[in-house]
């Protein structure tokens, strides 16, 4: 009975060690991977002529709306300054 409890007992601290290990690094890592996503849209913002590029603020607008990932033509809605590439940009391009 006892090498039962005892073995119940290292099961559970194993588990919950792995799960404080595993989050820990998933924290720590996609923060820093989220900033540097961040740094680099501003640096392409900035090339393609937007308006205030680091003022642009799109992570909140790409939670998934009805199980669907919200598209990109959606996110112009939510540009600040004026948007240099009009809907029709790519139709103009032909």
Known sequence: MNTILYFLEI?????FVSV???GFVNYF???KSYKNFGELSEQIFEKLGFDNPKEQDFY???LINDGINISVM???KNLKG?????EDYFNQKK
């Open 60 to 62: 909140n607008d790409y």
């Open 11 to 15: 099961v559970g601290i194993s588990l």
């Open 74 to 76: 959606d996110y112009r």
């Open 29 to 31: 890592g996609y923060r």
């Open 20 to 22: 404080a290990i595993s």
């Open 82 to 86: 004026q948007d240099p590439y009009p």
